[in-house]
């Protein structure tokens, strides 16, 4: 009998699944793994299942990419069927994309239990497609893990009962604790020497949806390349919006790459001066790493890595990404503590709160 059925789909919920996958084993959990295929290819997919050691997926859904609402129902679509032939006890989410809602939707719907991870972040954006999904994700889950202690004040203020929470820490510094010694030098991936170049990375909407704000973007990292080298593994819908709005000769002078797999993405960021990135699990590993990060956005979700740890919320104003740039040129950036839990346990605490939980829904799934 499968007691739990972990769904995963986007390249950033692959680093959040593998701890989980590997604790449920080893606390004699059931589990089987389900990816949607919203993620599909090899460097945004299929490196990370062989570099963590992801099982292979029991269900695979192959849905590819469209636009949300298509993509979404899509999902729904396929994943309903397989859920009536698993009949799992709970069905686990991880993150905040359009695979976690999907899922945990057509669960919710069919009396299954639903648990997710990293519960209660919220950037209060609502242009942000994943805040979309963050809140929905969570109103419908049965029991919610968070990462940061913010996130419980988050859950209260939208109703949720806090004894549906619980506090575990974050999974995806779990991937990072136990991959941290097999990460790929910046040295063989680049050539460069450790603290001598910066990486960026950028693929919100936001940032790369609208000609003239990527365009600006582009413009201060080609000013900030003269001074300090930046290498940039591109997102394959970055890559396409620059052709498209031809703006390739901005990325001269570049170091650009394609998607790196986990442990090239992690040698460059350990030994990198700084990063500067939209992306949420970057600002996350930075605070983890220790190295300085400044985040090309106007909110972030994850509120403890500006408290307690090395991010900077700068937003896409090339005036305001120059001046912090040149600040961490001139103080070394920076310099944070590893936030409580960050300790890589938090799938074990997952697995351990789940030992107790499950006996307790027996039953309780509609007919
Ligand atoms: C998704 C997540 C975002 C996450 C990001 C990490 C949602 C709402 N967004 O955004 O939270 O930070 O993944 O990458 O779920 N594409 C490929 N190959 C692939 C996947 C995508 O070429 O394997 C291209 C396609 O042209 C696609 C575009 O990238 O249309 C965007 O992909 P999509 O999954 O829709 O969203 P992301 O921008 O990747």
Request: hydrophobic share 45%; charged share 20%; aromatic share 4%.
């Amino acid at each position: 009998m499968t007691q739990i059925l972990c769904v995963a789909g986007a390249r950033p919920n692959f680093m959040k699944i593998a701890p989980v996958m590997a604790a449920l084993r080893e606390a004699g959990i059931a589990a089987q793994l389900l990816h949607t295929g919203q993620h599909y290819d090899a460097a945004m997919s299929d490196s990370f299942f062989a570099d963590l050691g992801i099982p292979q997926p029991d269900h695979h859904l192959e849905v590819g990419s469209a636009s949300h609402a298509v993509q979404t129902a899509e999902i729904m679509k396929r994943f309903e069927p397989v859920l009536e032939r698993a009949q799992p006890q709970a069905v686990l989410v991880v993150g905040d994309v359009n695979s976690t809602i999907a899922c945990a939707l057509v669960a919710a719907k069919r009396g299954v239990r639903v648990i997710h991870v990293e519960a209660g972040l919220r950037s209060y954006d609502r242009a942000m497609p994943e805040e979309i999904n963050r809140v929905l994700t969570d109103q419908l889950s049965d029991l919610l893990f968070t990462t940061e202690k913010s996130a419980l004040a988050n859950l209260m203020r939208e109703g949720i009962d806090p004894a549906r929470v619980e506090f575990v820490g974050n999974v995806m510094i779990d991937t990072l604790h136990r991959n941290l010694a097999r990460a790929v030098p910046a040295a063989a991936t680049l050539g460069a020497a450790v603290g001598e170049y910066a990486v960026l990375t950028l693929h919100r909407p936001s940032n790369v949806d609208d000609p003239d704000t990527l365009a600006a973007l582009l413009g201060v990292i080609a000013e900030i390349n003269r001074q300090l080298p930046v290498v940039t593994p591109l997102h394959p819908r970055t890559r396409a919006n620059i052709e498209k709005f031809g703006l390739a000769d901005k990325l001269d002078g570049l170091r650009v790459l394609p998607p790196v797999g986990y442990l090239e993405m992690l040698g460059l960021m350990r030994d990198a001066k700084l990063v500067l990135t939209d992306s949420g699990g970057l600002q996350e590993e930075t605070t983890a790493l220790g190295v300085p990060c400044l985040t090309l956005r106007e909110n972030t979700e994850r509120p403890i890595t500006l408290d307690e740890g090395t991010n900077t919320l700068v937003g896409p104003s090339p005036a305001a990404i120059r001046r912090a740039f040149d600040d961490v040129m001139a103080n070394g950036g920076k310099r944070g503590r590893i936030p409580e839990y960050w300790d890589g346990r938090a799938a074990t605490r997952i697995a351990h709160a789940l030992k107790g939980w499950l006996p307790m829904q027996k039953g309780l799934r509609a007919a």
